[in-house]
């Protein structure tokens, strides 16, 4: 049966708001490509759980848990687009982050195998082949 991505995503999303990143590593394949905005000070590709991980770690280090409000979620091409608004706050740096994130997630069946970060909408759909969306 095949699965719903976007519901799938959602879940995820839910699953990391409430601290449980294992649910979100065990629907990524071990191989997950994870990347950046050039714009970021983290900028860069991680791969595989260990680098994801590793990435997860340094938001964590800065901003402690980060929340995502999901603005907007749709389907473009088998890619799924995530518009959300993400914040946090490190409880000892005291830095807090309030931005919008578009992240773009690529699958192979029901496993993630790629999520790509942007800042900009428009430059996620150019990057995908859905300028006419942008």
């Given amino acids: 049966m095949a699965v719903d991505r976007l519901d799938l995503v959602k879940q995820g999303y839910e699953a990391w708001n409430r601290g449980d990143r294992s649910w ?36 964590r280090a800065s901003v402690g848990q980060l929340d995502f409000d ?15 608004r993400r914040s946090g706050k490190g409880e000892h740096s005291g830095l807090e982050i309030s931005d919008k994130v578009v992240q773009v ?20 759909l150019r990057e995908i082949g859905a300028e006419e969306l942008a």
């Fill in 24 to 59: 979100v590593l065990e629907h990524m394949s071990p191989e997950v490509e994870w990347v950046t905005p050039p714009e970021d000070l983290d900028r860069g590709t991680y791969r595989g759980y260990a680098g994801v991980e590793e990435f997860w770690g340094q938001w």
């Fill in 105 to 124: 997630f690529d699958f192979e069946g029901d496993t993630c195998v790629r999520v790509h970060e942007y800042y900009d909408r428009a430059t996620a």
């Fill in 70 to 84: 999901i603005e907007k979620m749709e389907d473009v091409g088998g890619h799924v687009v995530v518009t959300a």
